[in-house]
């Protein structure tokens, strides 16, 4: 009689873990798709950084729309030179910080290079490395770029400029951004393939 009650439960376990796995696999990619956070067009603020209001003026309001363009802020490339975030506008804008020490934002770029090979013509990729001087510096990013393959533009961030701008204090952390320069939508913590080309295809003209 035990064995048999040992049997049944046994049998019963197994069958909510296939069901549980059968769920899993339905429901991933909305799941997938809940980690990004879609903006109105409203602020100047990113969405790391808190918003304040004085007085009535500063508040936003149905009759007064607010404009959400990217905040600008100048990387160098490996050879030194600078770049600004505004000099990609008229494109889309795939924006991403990430740093060599960081497990999940080394998950995450398999599907980057991926997306970059496929749509790069069609999208800035903008990859910008927190280069601290100390726990992360220009060669240990480029390194570690150069020993894994991958060829989308890498950025530094020697002035932490861009990273002060967009008040990054965790890594990874990716925008959208479309043609126009306005925020569209972004994802704190490593994106899968699915949730990253959700945000393209919010950012991508059909």
């Given at each position: 009689m035990k064995k048999q009650k040992l049997l049944l439960m046994l049998v019963l376990f197994l069958g909510v873990m296939v069901a549980a796995g059968l769920l899993y696999n339905t429901l991933k990619d909305d799941i997938a798709a809940d980690r990004l956070t879609?903006?109105?067009?409203?602020?100047?603020?990113?969405?790391?950084?808190?918003?304040?209001?004085?007085?009535?003026?500063?508040?936003?309001?149905?009759?007064?729309?607010?404009?959400?363009?990217?905040?600008?802020?100048?990387?160098?490339?490996?050879?030194?030179?600078?770049?600004?975030?505004?000099?990609?506008?008229?494109?889309?804008?795939?924006?991403?910080?990430?740093?060599?020490?960081?497990?999940?934002?080394?998950?995450?770029?398999?599907?980057?290079?991926?997306?970059?090979?496929?749509?790069?013509?069609?999208?800035?990729?903008?990859?910008?490395?927190?280069?601290?001087?100390?726990?992360?510096?220009?060669?240990?990013?480029?390194?570690f770029i150069a020993s894994a393959g991958y060829t989308f533009p890498v950025y530094y961030d020697t002035r932490s400029d861009a990273a002060m701008t967009y008040g990054v204090n965790a890594v990874p952390v990716t925008y959208f951004i479309d043609a126009s320069g306005q925020l569209i939508a972004y994802g704190q913590g490593a994106l899968d393939a699915a949730t990253l080309q959700s945000g393209i295809d919010m950012i991508l003209p059909e």
């Amino acid at each position: 009689m035990k064995k048999q009650k040992l049997l049944l439960m046994l049998v019963l376990f197994l069958g909510v873990m296939v069901a549980a796995g059968l769920l899993y696999n339905t429901l991933k990619d909305d799941i997938a798709a809940d980690r990004l956070t879609t903006l109105p067009t409203t602020g100047q603020q990113t969405p790391n950084q808190s918003q304040s209001a004085t007085d009535e003026t500063q508040q936003p309001t149905h009759d007064q729309p607010q404009d959400f363009t990217a905040p600008d802020f100048t990387v160098v490339d490996l050879a030194g030179k600078e770049h600004k975030l505004s000099d990609f506008v008229g494109k889309p804008i795939v924006l991403n910080f990430w740093a060599s020490w960081c497990g999940p934002c080394k998950s995450e770029m398999p599907d980057f290079q991926k997306a970059y090979e496929t749509c790069g013509d069609r999208i800035h990729f903008v990859m910008v490395n927190l280069t601290d001087g100390s726990g992360e510096t220009v060669k240990t990013a480029s390194d570690f770029i150069a020993s894994a393959g991958y060829t989308f533009p890498v950025y530094y961030d020697t002035r932490s400029d861009a990273a002060m701008t967009y008040g990054v204090n965790a890594v990874p952390v990716t925008y959208f951004i479309d043609a126009s320069g306005q925020l569209i939508a972004y994802g704190q913590g490593a994106l899968d393939a699915a949730t990253l080309q959700s945000g393209i295809d919010m950012i991508l003209p059909e």
